[in-house]
C-alpha cells in the first residue's frame, strides 16, 4: 500500500497503526451502503518517509504522500491560511524533487470553512493564493504541470494536503464545456485555482484517469443555483465530455460513466437523495461512490463529484 484517505471524524484505531501515508477528512459519511476508505495500491514494495513535514511512500514509479499544517503563522501580506497552503505546496515540491518523482498528478485539498471570509476574503480565495504563489515558485504554472485535484471545505482539522505524483508525466485534460479554471477570471478571486480538469497516466500496465472535483459550472459561471438535481445532472454532462476528451486522448477503448468510481461532496445532507438518484441513474446503481457532507468552494454550489477510472493495457 503506497497509502489511504479516510471519510470521518472517528480513525480506526487498527488503519491508523499501519502507519502508512493517511489522510483525514474531517467531514460525516452520508448513507450507509458504501466504506469510507480509500486506498492507493503501490506496484510493489514501499519505502516510508518523512520530510518537509511530509509523510510520504514510493515503490519506484508512484509516491503518495500527505501533509498537514496548522494555520497559525500569518503576517502583513498574508493571512494564515495563505501562508499554510503556500507552505504546504513548497514542501511538498521539494519532496517530489528530493524523492525523483517530479510529475505531480493529482491533490486532495481539504481545508475547514472554505466559505467562510475572514480578513476579508473568502477562505477559498485564500488558499488559491497561496498555492498559485507555491507554483509559480517552482515554475509550475504552465498547463502540462497542472494536476488534476479537488478543493473541499470540512468540519476543523488542519489544511490537509493528499496527493499522488511519479516519475513520469501524465496529460492533463481539459473540459470543452468548461473554461479552464487556471484561467478563470478575477471575478472567483485575485489567484485563479491551480487545477486541470483531469489527468490521463500511465503506469505499470495501467492506464488512470484522475477526474477532479466537477461541479455545476459551464464556460466560468454557476448554473442552477438552488436545484440539487440540476446541478447533478449537469456534472454528468460535464463528466461525459470530460470522458469523449479522456477517450480521444487515450490509445485505449473509451472511457464510460459506469466504470467510475469516487466521492460525492452534497453540500446539504437534505439534498443526498436527490443527488444519488441522479448519479444512479448515470453511473448504475453498483458505482463505488462514497457520499461525503462537505463544502464545494463556491458558495452556490451544492454539489461536486470527483472519481478515477482504470484501464488495463497490454505491455509491449
Ligand atoms: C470548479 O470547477 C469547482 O481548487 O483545486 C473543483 C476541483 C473545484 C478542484 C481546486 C476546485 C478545485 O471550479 C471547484
Do not use: K
Not at 206 to 213: I, P, R
Amino acid at each position: 500500500m503506497l497509502g489511504a484517505s479516510w471519510v470521518g471524524r472517528e480513525l480506526p484505531a487498527g488503519l491508523a497503526a499501519v502507519g502508512l501515508p493517511l489522510q483525514q477528512i474531517f467531514a460525516p459519511q452520508l448513507g450507509d451502503d458504501s466504506g469510507p476508505a480509500e486506498v492507493w495500491f503501490g506496484a510493489g514494495a514501499s519505502r516510508d518517509s518523512v520530510a518537509h513535514g511530509v509523510h510520504f511512500r514510493c515503490d519506484g514509479h508512484l509516491l503518495f504522500g500527505v501533509i498537514s499544517l496548522a494555520e497559525d503563522a500569518g503576517d502583513e501580506d498574508a493571512t494564515p491560511l495563505q501562508v499554510a497552503a503556500r507552505r504546504a505546496y513548497v514542501s511538498l515540491f521539494r519532496v517530489l524533487a528530493e524523492a525523483g518523482y517530479p510529475h505531480l498528478w493529482r491533490v486532495w485539498n481539504y481545508l475547514d470553512d472554505i466559505n467562510g471570509a475572514a480578513d476579508g476574503l473568502e477562505r477559498y480565495r485564500q488558499f488559491n493564493i497561496g498555492r498559485h504563489q507555491a507554483f509559480a515558485d517552482a515554475n509550475r504554472l504552465h498547463g502540462c504541470t497542472i494536476p488534476a485535484a479537488s478543493a473541499l471545505g470540512v468540519a476543523g482539522g488542519p489544511l490537509s494536503i493528499a496527493f499522488l505524483a511519479a516519475r513520469a508525466p501524465c496529460t492533463p485534460l481539459e473540459n470543452p464545456r468548461q473554461l479552464s479554471a487556471y484561467r478563470y477570471p478575477a471575478d472567483y478571486g485575485p489567484r485563479s485555482p491551480t487545477f486541470s480538469r483531469a489527468a490521463l497516466a500511465r503506469v505499470a500496465g495501467q492506464e488512470w484517469l484522475f477526474v477532479s472535483g466537477t461541479a455545476s459550472i459551464v464556460g466560468h459561471l454557476t448554473v442552477h443555483p438552488g436545484d440539487p438535481t440540476a446541478q447533478t445532472r449537469e456534472i454528468v454532462a460535464n463528466l461525459e465530455a470530460l470522458l469523449a476528451e479522456a477517450s480521444r486522448v487515450s490509445a485505449g477503448p473509451a472511457y464510460r460513466l459506469d466504470e467510475l468510481s469516487g466521492r460525492a461532496y452534497v453540500r446539504h445532507p437534505e439534498h443526498l437523495a436527490a443527488v444519488q438518484a441522479e448519479l444512479v441513474r448515470a453511473l448504475g446503481a453498483e458505482a463505488p461512490i462514497v457520499y461525503v457532507h462537505a463544502d464545494v468552494c463556491r458558495a452556490d454550489l451544492l454539489v461536486e463529484l470527483e472519481a478515477q477510472a482504470c484501464h488495463l493495457f497490454a505491455r509491449r
